[in-house]
């Protein structure tokens, strides 16, 4: 069975959860919106998912940043202000007995239609903002040593098609990518750029390292992570070279470690891609070094917030 980054542990506290809608706090089986929402008729929305580490919301003014570009690329009036959010967010949170080993879905669409049509000027109510927050770890097996990668067939395309640098609702793509990979018996799909160099992962941001160097995609086509940035930022800060670069599949194949990012996992080793065993043996000493650097920075951000 694959073992992907978004393994978690079960937690049975998750089943008395409230969850935030429009400011309403509402127990989990009664949480429900429009079958006429935007969201749910054409994935009109933007949405960020956040980690609690102790009480503190970690990174969240890029969170926040990244969500309000969001609104204004795609016209969207979200009626809050950042902190006005924030504050809901926190009081979500609150309200849960919440405290650390959080993970939160922020979501927040258009809002009502008159019609299942997909001209904005049909929305009659303001935009849906939903919060889930959940008792949320990364499940982690005593046979677990990385994730295997299958490249997808699927290409993170041109920004005039579908702006792949958004963290809309609209994921379809990164969704048939993702079954292509689980058809595959991998965990994951490494997505192209449309000029064949890699981009991305359907869900997580992809790394390698060689010769003591870290590389990751340009970022044109792919969205800027939170994670991504702030490994990138960690490793200019520590003097390790990191590159924003175009590379094909025989770098990645001949990489001496590789891993993934994200908001859930942190930074997560990359064992296989294509059936490609990455590195030599078990061994990723820039990666251990990266993943306590990484630890480091949510601390001193949790610290100053």
Same mark, same amino acid.
């Given at each position: 069975m694959a073992k992907g980054t978004h393994e978690y542990v079960d937690d049975p506290r998750n089943a008395d959860i409230l969850i935030n809608i429009n400011g309403e706090l509402v127990p989990r089986e009664q949480a429900k919106i429009s079958v006429f929402d935007s969201g749910f008729i054409l994935g009109d929305g933007v949405w960020e998912g956040i980690r609690l580490h102790h009480g503190r919301l970690a990174f969240i003014e890029q969170h926040m940043?990244?969500? *309000?570009? !969001?609104?204004?690329?795609? #016209?969207?009036?979200? !009626?809050?202000?950042?902190?006005?959010?924030? #504050?809901?967010?926190?009081?979500?949170?609150?309200?849960?007995?919440?405290? %650390?080993?959080?993970?939160?879905?922020? $979501?927040?669409?258009?809002?009502?239609?008159? @019609?299942?049509?997909q001209d904005p000027r049909v929305t009659i109510t303001p935009a849906t903002i939903v919060i889930i927050a959940e008792h949320k770890t990364p499940l982690i097996k005593d046979d677990f040593n990385g994730i295997d990668l299958f490249t997808s067939h699927v =290409?993170?395309?041109?920004?005039?098609?579908?702006?792949?640098?958004?963290?809309?609702?609209?994921?379809?793509?990164?969704? *048939? /990518?993702?079954?292509? &990979? &689980?058809? /595959? !018996? /991998?965990?994951?799909?490494? $997505?192209?750029?449309?000029?064949g160099f890699v981009a991305t992962c359907n869900s997580t941001h992809f790394f390698i390292v060689r010769h003591?160097?870290?590389? @990751?995609?340009?970022?044109?086509?792919?969205?800027?992570?939170?994670? =991504?940035?702030?490994?990138?930022?960690?490793?200019?800060?520590?003097?390790?070279?990191?590159?924003? =670069?175009? *590379? @094909?599949?025989? %770098?990645?194949?001949?990489?001496?470690? /590789?891993?993934? @990012?994200?908001?859930?996992?942190?930074?997560?080793?990359?064992?296989?891609? %294509?059936?490609?065993?990455?590195?030599? !043996?078990?061994?990723?000493?820039?990666?251990?070094?990266?993943?306590?650097?990484?630890v480091d920075m949510i601390e001193r951000a949790c610290e100053e917030s």
């Amino acid at each position: 069975m694959a073992k992907g980054t978004h393994e978690y542990v079960d937690d049975p506290r998750n089943a008395d959860i409230l969850i935030n809608i429009n400011g309403e706090l509402v127990p989990r089986e009664q949480a429900k919106i429009s079958v006429f929402d935007s969201g749910f008729i054409l994935g009109d929305g933007v949405w960020e998912g956040i980690r609690l580490h102790h009480g503190r919301l970690a990174f969240i003014e890029q969170h926040m940043r990244r969500l *309000f570009d !969001g609104f204004k690329a795609l #016209d969207m009036e979200p !009626g809050i202000s950042k902190q006005a959010l924030i #504050d809901r967010i926190q009081q979500t949170c609150i309200a849960n007995n919440m405290h %650390d080993g959080v993970h939160i879905r922020l $979501m927040v669409t258009r809002g009502i239609k008159a @019609t299942p049509y997909q001209d904005p000027r049909v929305t009659i109510t303001p935009a849906t903002i939903v919060i889930i927050a959940e008792h949320k770890t990364p499940l982690i097996k005593d046979d677990f040593n990385g994730i295997d990668l299958f490249t997808s067939h699927v =290409r993170r395309g041109y920004s005039d098609v579908q702006d792949p640098k958004l963290n809309t609702h609209s994921k379809l793509n990164c969704i *048939f /990518a993702c079954i292509q &990979a &689980a058809k /595959a !018996g /991998a965990d994951e799909s490494l $997505m192209l750029d449309p000029h064949g160099f890699v981009a991305t992962c359907n869900s997580t941001h992809f790394f390698i390292v060689r010769h003591g160097e870290v590389w @990751t995609s340009t970022g044109d086509y792919c969205l800027d992570g939170i994670t =991504r940035r702030n490994v990138i930022n960690v490793c200019k800060l520590h003097n390790i070279p990191v590159y924003e =670069r175009n *590379f @094909t599949l025989s %770098d990645v194949y001949g990489a001496d470690e /590789a891993f993934v @990012t994200g908001t859930f996992a942190g930074l997560t080793r990359v064992k296989q891609v %294509d059936g490609r065993s990455i590195g030599d !043996g078990d061994e990723t000493p820039l990666l251990a070094r990266l993943q306590q650097l990484y630890v480091d920075m949510i601390e001193r951000a949790c610290e100053e917030s």
